[in-house]
């Protein structure tokens, strides 16, 4: 009585092995991906993390950028790409070779003190991006004529509501679609029909402007591509893919096409707004209104509602994941109690934290009468300065061989990854002597703003 | 953790001075601890300084408090080596801030303190401060702080990890304490852990422990974990396993690995193992289980009790026996159970008690069907047969469940039958 179900498995061939001198073909071994299966393969969170970047503050960063300097800044777009990879690239090579987050590290490597300094940087950058999100909330709906009256406070509550109950990851690939909208950008770009040879030129051939509007502009264009939240995710995100140290040579391409990719996206937010606004005079964006009308060349009349679609699905995305993942490192480098199933008796730091900075993300979103893109360029900028310490700590435990043993960097590698950190605290130095002798009544650049 | 005794904070001893019998003091560096002194490991050793930064090793201490450490010596002692030192396991280097397995709830925690008590005649490690309070206590000097009894770890129920897989091959002490635990405890602690710390915690189970903890261990996991074991103690491991999750977990290897660890297990066990490997993972045969308990169709309940004898010593789930013409050939002939054969006149021919009506499946028919016909006949285990029906293996109701369960369940579910 033989059973005979329907359908039968094709037969794979197999793989040929030789196991103690025996040839055999065996067909459930893993064949070694190739061509379109090997991207797939490794794809994942480096694609993510770098994404994330192109979030509210990232898209109004990136039209002011293109709104005020047409296609100027276009080469540190470029050079930032590197920049971006390498940080993105060490991140996840510290996450396969330790299988842990960076705070941890932190706390284990070098004491409480240290954690609590650390702590303290990613809350107020990361707390900031938070606001930037509702704020990106709340601008997204009124485009659709909601009051962010309404929309912030409900769009919180159904956050935290979302997460503690454990749904949020039901919901998460929805706010994700949301912002395929932004490849409309690429299309808007090419539609506007920009002057491709300036564009080119502008890429390879550096202009700078010697003005405080600039400097402010370019480290907040840092501060939204290489923002510290984006290695603190690409790191546990690698450990929680659970990448074994030998197998991370691969990966590591995930890091490098996700800031390649994530930047083009940038730059294209940057060609799309310098073709329509800049060349028609508008250099100043001051609104979400002002911003879509860069998609007006794919969308027309639609564009307002084509941008909203996408910023509230960015928004949205970052502002459930941002506050417990902060609350998430932050538990673990102190060792307090956490998990999203726990409730606040059994983990009252944990939810705590989690809720303080969801309301508070909604709370500053919220104060009467804000300048909306100055205030997401401001946190931008905050980022930017914050951003040297996380690259600090990054690379003084990737070049730690006791823990990463042959993970750790080349010499290559050092003098990339040195180098735009120590620009970067230069170009943060040069901005706060500005904000200092601004507020003293001096002008570092001879009025030329 | 003897309550009446003193007890002194690590974090008490911040910027703390070594003062030596002729009166000389300098800068405490560390405590050294041995491990492996019984429940609660002494400081063997303090860490001090020369000023070119060489490390040298004290005696133990004699008296140690808030003030200082006092050492009845009178000269700097003994240079440590880095070799030595990176061996050796510091309080402050190595412990604080660590994370350690609890024992007693089960989880992995954070070392925020340490309490040191003076014992006989020394000053050994007690217990592990793991409450938020002790963070709020060293980030303000002790100004800020409660005592918070509850959440101090006694190091009885503490297994403490260097996060290095190759340390404990390389002979280093481990209370090993976690031994206690049930395999599938050990393997959901180890959910929890860095996989540098769960490889080295199979590092130091025996190996029939270890091969059930990584058996019970999430895919990714044993994938990930068996990569940072030697090359020897994977091996063995695999080799430990049942057949059937060797060759999951050899199918989630990447294929060098895969093939050299097949060639590193004990030639009988590698044959099973690559037996299963040969059908493709959504096939019967890449369910199936091949170690299954046969004996000859031709013989007595007697001297079918008496075949499988050896076969029933390994500690596996036993239950049926099927019963093959020829032990070459396997054609199978029929099923019996250990109960039937027990129940059953010892003289009678075994082909009298068995069911000779089987149901069985081909080796390459699709591996969901095969678990739906499991489940729609309430089957305990289906037999897989070649063409020419040879007994190749049987498909398990626990691994016909694993491919209809959704898969959050499959984790918690328990393994019964193989």
């Known amino acids: 009585l033989q059973f005979a179900p329907s359908r039968r498995p094709s037969l794979d061939p197999g793989l040929r092995v030789v196991i103690r001198g025996r040839p055999m073909r065996l067909r459930r071994l893993r064949k070694p991906p190739t061509g379109m299966l090997w991207f797939a393969a490794i794809l994942g969170p480096g694609l993510v993390a770098a994404n994330a970047g192109n979030d509210a503050g990232g898209i109004a960063t990136y039209a002011s950028v293109g709104a005020k300097y047409g296609y100027d800044l276009l080469w540190m777009m470029l050079l930032i790409t590197f920049s971006l990879a390498i940080v993105q690239e060490m991140a996840a090579r510290l996450g396969a070779a330790t299988g842990r987050g960076l705070l941890d590290l932190v706390r284990e490597r070098y004491g409480i003190g240290w954690t609590l300094f650390a702590v303290i940087v990613v809350l107020l950058a990361n707390g900031g991006v938070t606001i930037s999100e509702f704020v990106g909330i709340g601008a997204a709906l009124e485009l659709f004529g909601v009051s962010q009256w309404l929309s912030v406070p409900v769009a919180a509550a159904a956050m935290w509501w979302l997460v503690v109950k454990g749904s949020y990851r039901r919901v998460e690939k929805l706010f994700l679609a949301m912002t395929l909208v932004f490849f409309a950008y690429p299309v808007a770009a090419i539609l506007a029909r920009p002057d491709w040879g300036e564009v080119a030129r502008h890429t390879v051939v550096p202009t700078v402007h010697f003005n405080a509007d600039y400097l402010l502009l370019f480290v907040a264009t840092v501060g939204t591509t ?224 | 953790l003897r309550k009446e005794h003193p007890i002194l904070r690590l974090s008490a001893l911040k910027g703390a001075k070594v003062t030596l019998d002729g009166g000389a003091s300098t800068a405490l560096i560390d405590l050294v601890i041995d491990l492996a002194a019984g429940d609660y490991p002494s400081v063997i050793h303090v860490l001090i300084a020369d000023e070119d930064g060489t490390r040298r090793a004290l005696p133990p201490p004699n008296r140690i408090d808030a003030h200082g450490v006092r050492v009845a010596a009178a000269a700097r002692g003994e240079v440590v080596t880095e070799d030595a030192l990176a061996r050796m396991v510091l309080l402050r280097r190595d412990v604080m801030d660590a994370l350690v397995v609890d024992l007693k709830d089960l989880r992995i925690v954070r070392v925020n303190d340490l309490l040191l008590q003076s014992v006989g005649d020394g000053w050994a490690l007690t217990a592990a401060d793991i409450s938020p309070w002790a963070v709020v206590r060293r980030l303000t000097r002790g100004l800020i702080g409660r005592d918070v009894a509850d959440d101090v770890l006694d190091w009885q129920q503490v297994e403490f990890l260097r996060g290095d897989p190759h340390a404990a091959a390389a002979d280093r002490d481990y209370h090993r304490r976690v031994a206690r635990l049930q395999p599938t405890q050990i393997a959901r602690l180890t959910d929890g852990l860095p996989y540098m710390h769960a490889a080295e915690l199979l590092t130091i189970l025996p190996d029939p422990l270890a091969a059930d903890v990584l058996e019970a ?173 040879a007994l190749l293996g049987i498909v398990t109701l626990d ?18 039958f193989s």
């Open chain 2, 217 to 389: 261990m999430l895919p990714e996991r044993q994938a990930q974990v068996i990569t940072e074991l030697g090359s020897g103690q994977a091996a063995r491991l695999i080799a430990e396993m049942a057949t059937d999750q060797a060759a999951d977990l050899l199918g989630h290897l990447e294929l060098d690995e895969a093939t050299n660890l097949l060639d590193a297990v004990p030639p009988e066990r590698a044959r099973l193992i690559a037996d299963l490997l040969r059908f493709p993972a959504d096939s019967a045969g890449g369910i199936m289980t091949n170690e299954v308990v046969i004996a000859p169709v031709a013989g007595t309940v007697a001297e079918v009790l008496q075949h499988i004898r050896p076969a029933l010593a390994r500690p596996d789930f036993v239950y049926f026996v099927y019963l093959v013409d020829d032990e070459q050939a396997r054609h199978l002939r029929g099923v019996v159970t250990l109960r039937d054969l027990n129940l059953a006149d010892p003289e009678t021919p075994v082909e009298q008690i068995m069911r000779a009506d089987l149901l069985t499946v081909g080796a390459l028919e699709s591996a969901l069907d095969t678990a739906h016909a499991v489940s729609d006949h309430a089957l305990n285990a289906l037999p897989v047969v070649a063409p020419d029906g």
């Open chain 2, 399 to 416: 691994k016909a469940m694993a491919q209809i369960l959704p898969e959050a369940w499959r984790d918690r579910m328990p393994r019964v």
């Open chain 1, 226 to 449: 290489i923002t510290p939240y984006m290695q603190l995710f690409q790191q546990s995100a690698v450990v929680e893919k659970g990448v074994a140290r030998r197998y991370y040579g691969a990966e590591r391409w995930d890091a490098y096409i996700g800031a390649g990719f994530s930047n083009l996206i940038a730059a294209f937010i940057v060609i799309a707004t310098a073709a329509t606004l800049h060349v028609a005079g508008q250099t100043d964006v001051e609104s979400a209104a002002d911003a879509a009308q860069a998609l007006a060349p794919v969308a027309g009349q639609y564009a307002s509602a084509l941008f909203g679609v996408g910023l509230l699905g960015a928004s949205l995305l970052a502002a459930g994941v941002l506050p417990l993942a902060t609350a998430y490192s932050v538990s673990e480098a102190f060792g307090f109690r956490k998990g999203v199933n726990l409730d606040f008796r059994r983990a009252p730091m944990f939810v705590g934290l989690f809720t303080t900075l969801l309301v508070l993300g909604a709370l500053v979103a919220l104060i009467p009468g804000l300048p909306v893109f100055t205030l997401l360029i401001a946190i931008q900028t905050l980022n930017g300065v914050l951003l040297p310490v996380i690259l600090i700590f990054i690379l003084r435990l990737i070049n730690d061989r006791r823990l990463v043993g042959d993970l750790a960097n080349g010499r290559v590698y050092n003098v990339l990854a040195w180098g735009t950190t120590i620009m970067l605290i230069g170009l943060v130095a040069l901005l706060l002597a500005n904000t200092a002798l601004d507020a003293a009544g001096i002008d570092l650049f001879g009025g030329g703003a």
